[in-house]
């Protein structure tokens, strides 16, 4: 597969308290992942590494820019590469400010492995994205969360 012509995007696992900081998406037809809860993170702009992407994406959507960030991994598929980073979280939820979204949570292992998640915000359990459910179950064998 060539990576080349695809978008580059960089996305953060940040984890607090054996919980993963999750944003639930604009439900907005037009957008990737609709509705479902994702991670925080976008666009790598041109001239821009991924991790300087991702501390400019963070500072945007919730206001937070982790000290360091680890990278995890690199997951490519027909749509986008996602350069993928974790850190800890050492904010408490209220403390983040979130600037794009329909709602943010901390959601738990027993979440993710169900692929859904309550929002306050819409009401109603989401769907976590297919994606994003792999990355984090990736990183939950290699670290061992149960």
Do not use: C
């Not at 993963?20 to 992942?33: A, G, H, K, S």
């Not at 609709?34 to 790598?44: D, N, S, T």
């Amino acid at each position: 597969m060539n990576n080349n012509n695809l978008p580059h995007v960089a996305i953060a696992i940040l984890y607090r308290e054996g919980k993963f900081l999750m944003q639930l998406r604009d439900n907005i037809p037009t957008i990737f992942y609709p509705g479902v809860w994702a991670f925080f993170g976008g666009h790598i702009e041109p001239g821009e590494t991924a991790e300087v992407a991702l501390k400019r994406e963070l500072a945007e959507e919730i206001s937070y820019i982790p000290e360091t960030v680890s990278e995890f991994g690199v997951y490519s598929d027909v749509k986008v590469v996602r350069h993928v980073f974790h850190a800890p979280l050492t904010v408490e939820l209220k403390d983040l400010v979130l600037g794009e979204g329909w709602d943010m949570g901390l959601l738990t292992p027993a979440e993710i492995k169900a692929g859904k998640a309550y929002s306050e915000n819409a009401g109603m359990e989401r769907s976590l994205g297919e994606f994003h459910q792999k990355i984090l179950l990736d990183f939950m064998n290699k670290y061992g969360i149960k």
